[in-house]
Nanobody, 125 residues
């Protein structure tokens, strides 16, 4: 599985950005695509994830982004989006897209099987 992330950039505080991630390669009936971020000098942290299993879709968020970020996706296209609104300077980070096969541990970085390249999001104050 290869992941291609895009959509990062520079935005002022209060602005919006949308990240995209496309997975290519093998297909799976039960998988999760998630977003993590890593700010300078900090560890990578969970942001949001969307899971597809037996036709059902579930989404999950870190508390720090609830109400501001929305994850969505297209299972048929193995594509996930992260709509980020009301951005804050503390959202500045490199955002990574991950792909997790058949597991419930959507917030665990170590459980993800594949990663895309990061995309930088910079929020100026």
């Amino acid at each position: 599985v290869q992941l291609q992330a895009s959509g990062g950039g520079l935005v002022q505080a209060g602005g919006s950005l949308r990240l995209s991630c496309v997975a290519s390669g093998r297909t799976f009936g039960w998988y999760t695509m998630g977003w993590f971020r890593q700010a300078p000098g900090k560890e990578r942290e969970f942001v949001a994830a969307i899971r597809w299993s037996a036709g059902a879709e579930s989404s999950y968020y870190a508390d720090s982004v609830k109400g501001r970020f929305t994850i969505s996706g297209d299972n048929a296209k193995s594509t996930v989006y992260l709509q980020m609104n009301s951005l804050k300077p503390e959202d500045t980070a490199v955002y990574y897209c991950g792909f997790l096969i058949g597991s419930y541990y959507y917030s665990r970085e170590d459980k993800y099987d594949y990663w895309g390249q990061g995309t930088l999001v910079t929020v100026s104050s």
